[in-house]
């Protein structure tokens, strides 16, 4: 063999060898889905959290727009506010009721906008809606079509509030009163005698539950849902607030009765009565005996809500910032009475029995 032949055999490229691929071992594989399952555990709350976020600033909008509404409203009939409802024949609930959705919602884009995407229930029907001609529900003139929700029945027979067909959102009614004919006592509200129109309440979220809107007049009749009422935060006592409530109808209300301002620490868990809990313990056709304030969902959304004000702007809010007697936004004078100052409750705000804070603007 030459020297050159040499060479060229030398230099060839040998077949590699084939190897067969090594498969992971169950360690590797236990150590992979540990690592999914963490990154799992952190993404999933994070997206949940988003996702509730962008609820809530679909529910910030819904509200700034009633806001905007009820502004538009005010322009449009001498500078005041209209009532939180009314009834049809200015004598008593048997025709139905006029609510203030009804009234507004000529300066709304849809009536969609009084449902809360934080609403478990998509909003709450009318407290009076036809159940149809032939009185079983689901037919084209149920509701305009909306129905009920699980467990709900109309209050009477054949009569169609004038209302949102769902409704996830509530009055103040120190603002939006209770004037349910004629001869109440209560005023509607002009917009001049709100000195702080920015810092005091209008809007509020409507609760999830039923049972808590059934007030006193719950046992009848029966499993109506109450969701034409209004909310306040007006108590006729300094202490053992959670029962003691301010209805804003009747003349001893509006005229000549003491009127102090909530104390967060005396509705909610620890030195009170939690009466957000205790009120959903209500089944329907009873009652419950808690203030109006019940009537809200205040931690609609990451333990706070979102509240629209008298000047049509909303913000969101935990219960307990909104009921800061220092900065009261529910209200510093009963407004649909002779507009007397509402007292100090919390020792934290001054001395009890005596006026809010700031309400000796006007």
Same mark, same amino acid.
């Not at 990154?39 to 905007?68: C, E, T, W, Y």
């Not at 609510?99 to 909003?123: A, E, R, T, V």
């Not at 009920?148 to 509530?170: E, H, I, N, W």
């Not at 808590?212 to 108590?235: L, V, Y």
């Given at each position: 063999?030459?020297?050159?032949?040499?060479?060229?055999?030398?230099?060839?490229?040998?077949?590699?060898?084939?190897?067969?691929?090594?498969?992971?071992?169950?360690?590797?594989?236990?150590?992979?889905?540990?690592?999914?399952?963490?990154?799992?555990?952190?993404?999933?709350?994070?997206?949940?959290?988003?996702? @509730?976020?962008?609820?809530?600033?679909?529910?910030?909008?819904?509200?700034?727009?009633?806001?905007?509404?009820?502004?538009?409203?005010?322009?449009?009939?001498?500078?005041?506010?209209?009532?939180?409802?009314?009834? *049809?024949?200015?004598?008593?609930?048997?025709?139905?009721?006029?609510?203030?959705?009804?009234?507004?919602?000529?300066?709304?884009?849809?009536?969609?906008?009084?449902?809360?995407? #934080?609403? =478990? @229930? #998509?909003?709450? =029907?009318?407290?009076?809606?036809?159940?149809?001609?032939?009185?079983?529900?689901?037919?084209?003139?149920?509701?305009?079509?909306?129905?009920?929700?699980?467990?709900?029945?109309? *209050?009477?027979?054949?009569?169609?509030?004038?209302?949102?067909?769902?409704?996830?959102?509530?009055?103040?009614?120190?603002?939006?009163?209770?004037?349910?004919?004629?001869?109440?006592?209560?005023?509607?509200?002009?917009?001049?005698?709100?000195?702080?129109?920015?810092?005091?309440?209008?809007?509020? =979220?409507?609760?999830?539950?039923?049972?808590?809107?059934?007030?006193?007049?719950?046992?009848?009749?029966?499993?109506?849902? *109450?969701?034409?009422?209004?909310?306040?935060?007006?108590?006729?006592?300094?202490?053992?607030?959670?029962?003691?409530?301010?209805?804003?109808?009747?003349?001893?209300?509006?005229?000549?009765?003491?009127?102090?301002?909530?104390?967060?620490?005396?509705?909610?868990?620890?030195? #009170?009565?939690?009466?957000?809990?205790?009120?959903?313990?209500?089944?329907?056709?009873?009652?419950?005996?808690?203030?109006?304030?019940?009537?809200?969902?205040?931690?609609?959304?990451?333990?706070?809500?979102?509240?629209?004000?008298?000047?049509?702007?909303?913000?969101?809010?935990?219960?307990?910032?909104?009921?800061?007697?220092?900065?009261?936004?529910?209200? *510093?004078?009963?407004?649909?009475?002779?507009?007397?100052?509402?007292?100090?409750?919390?020792?934290?705000?001054?001395?009890?029995?005596? =006026?809010?804070?700031?309400?000796?603007?006007?």
């Amino acid at each position: 063999m030459t020297i050159e032949m040499g060479l060229k055999q030398s230099w060839r490229i040998k077949p590699m060898m084939k190897r067969t691929p090594r498969a992971f071992t169950l360690i590797e594989l236990l150590v992979v889905i540990a690592i999914i399952a963490i990154l799992a555990a952190i993404l999933f709350p994070v997206f949940a959290q988003a996702r @509730n976020k962008a609820r809530q600033a679909s529910d910030l909008s819904n509200m700034k727009q009633q806001g905007l509404a009820i502004m538009q409203y005010v322009q449009d009939y001498d500078e005041t506010y209209p009532m939180a409802y009314y009834y *049809k024949n200015d004598n008593n609930d048997s025709g139905g009721y006029v609510h203030w959705s009804f009234m507004c919602q000529p300066y709304i884009k849809s009536i969609d906008l009084f449902k809360s995407p #934080g609403d =478990p @229930n #998509g909003g709450l =029907p009318p407290t009076n809606y036809n159940a149809g001609a032939n009185g079983t529900y689901g037919d084209s003139d149920d509701n305009a079509g909306y129905g009920g929700v699980d467990g709900s029945t109309s *209050k009477t027979a054949g009569v169609q509030d004038d209302q949102a067909p769902r409704l996830s959102y509530t009055a103040n009614g120190n603002i939006l009163p209770r004037k349910r004919r004629t001869s109440d006592t209560a005023n509607v509200v002009p917009q001049a005698l709100i000195s702080d129109t920015a810092g005091e309440i209008l809007l509020a =979220p409507l609760t999830n539950n039923p049972g808590c809107i059934a007030d006193s007049s719950g046992a009848s009749p029966g499993a109506a849902f *109450k969701s034409h009422r209004s909310t306040n935060a007006f108590t006729t006592a300094a202490t053992g607030q959670a029962t003691l409530k301010w209805a804003g109808e009747l003349p001893v209300d509006l005229t000549s009765t003491t009127v102090y301002a909530v104390q967060g620490s005396q509705i909610q868990a620890g030195t #009170g009565t939690d009466i957000f809990a205790e009120c959903k313990k209500t089944p329907p056709g009873t009652t419950h005996p808690y203030i109006h304030l019940a009537y809200i969902q205040p931690d609609r959304f990451n333990n706070g809500a979102n509240y629209a004000f008298a000047d049509g702007h909303a913000k969101w809010f935990k219960l307990n910032a909104t009921l800061d007697q220092r900065n009261y936004m529910w209200g *510093k004078r009963v407004h649909p009475g002779n507009n007397q100052r509402v007292l100090i409750s919390d020792p934290a705000a001054g001395t009890v029995g005596q =006026p809010l804070p700031g309400s000796d603007s006007l």
